[in-house]
């Protein structure tokens, strides 16, 4: 589904993303590690075209993602569901409108081709992904009023309420406690078998991560260290690889 060649990427000066090689097949569950400001956001900015590289290519079903139109990148960009690390809240609006937003947003911009979903649906379906993060009867308070992990959930049900096609997840249960992670990734793995999905999944919680995604890959210093099994990274041959995946702090990372 998705092919990374050669990509580069830099910010003011400095090399980000130093000549990637990844592909990513239709259904694929893979997860990305690697330490702090080792790029994995802006690669998974890359991947959905909201970042355009600097060097390389990015194809998506073949298709090259440089010679896009903005009109088809838009096309595109609507066949993924994204949590960011913030998880990109809109303030204004009510929990179960955020959670409701993609659908509304795809029903505006559909055009004769596309069957549409009635409000009632619409509705329907905010609730019921609410009621699988477990915030049943937050449908009417504002992201204010949350916790910072209830706020994670709702982003997560955001992400999966269209159903898209590609599903990126940046730190899916970054400040959660270990029960509520569990549940998070047993819903994670509920709809990716239901879906059929393709998943990428960022996360530091390596235990929680290893035991969900097959493959992993890691990055460091802007380039691709390990891509693999995810049983297989703790002995990995490069030293820096398995120092990160097994926590040691033997020497710098």
């Known amino acids: 589904m998705l092919a ?9 000066g400095e090399a980000v993303l130093d000549g990637i090689d990844l592909t990513v097949k239709r ?23 909201l970042y355009h590289p600097d060097g390389g290519s990015v194809r998506w079903d073949g298709e090259d993602l440089a010679r896009a139109t903005e009109e088809r990148l838009m096309e595109l960009r609507a066949r993924v569901g994204m949590l960011f690390q913030n998880n990109a809240l809109f303030d204004f609006l009510t929990v179960g409108e955020n959670v409701a937003f993609p659908l509304r947003m795809r029903e505006r911009h559909a055009d004769n081709t ?6 009632d649906e619409i509705e329907r379906r905010a609730l ?5 993060v477990g915030l049943s009867g937050s449908e009417h308070k504002h992201p204010s ?29 970054a400040g959660l406690d270990p029960v509520t992670t569990s549940k998070i990734y047993d819903l994670l793995r ?16 390596l235990d929680a991560l290893m035991a969900f995604v ?3 890959a890691m990055l460091h210093g802007g380039r691709l260290r390990y891509d693999g099994p995810a049983a297989a990274a703790a002995d990995a041959p490069d030293p820096v690889v398995r120092q990160f995946v097994r926590g040691e702090i033997e020497g710098p990372l």
């Open 145 to 173: 009023e949350l916790s910072g992990g209830m706020r994670k959930r709702v982003g997560i049900a955001r992400a999966l309420i269209a159903r898209p096609d590609l599903v990126i997840y940046d730190e899916p249960t």
């Open 190 to 205: 509920r709809d990716q078998a239901e879906t059929g999905a393709t998943v990428i999944v960022v996360s530091s919680d």
């Open 27 to 49: 259904g694929e569950c893979l997860g990305l590690i690697g330490p702090a400001a080792s790029g994995k956001s802006v690669l998974l900015k890359v991947l959905c075209g």
């Open 128 to 132: 019921a992904r609410l009621r699988a």
């Open 114 to 119: 596309h069957t549409a979903t009635s409000g």
């Open 214 to 216: 097959p493959r992993v």
């Open 4 to 12: 990374l060649e050669a990509v580069r990427k830099r910010f003011r």
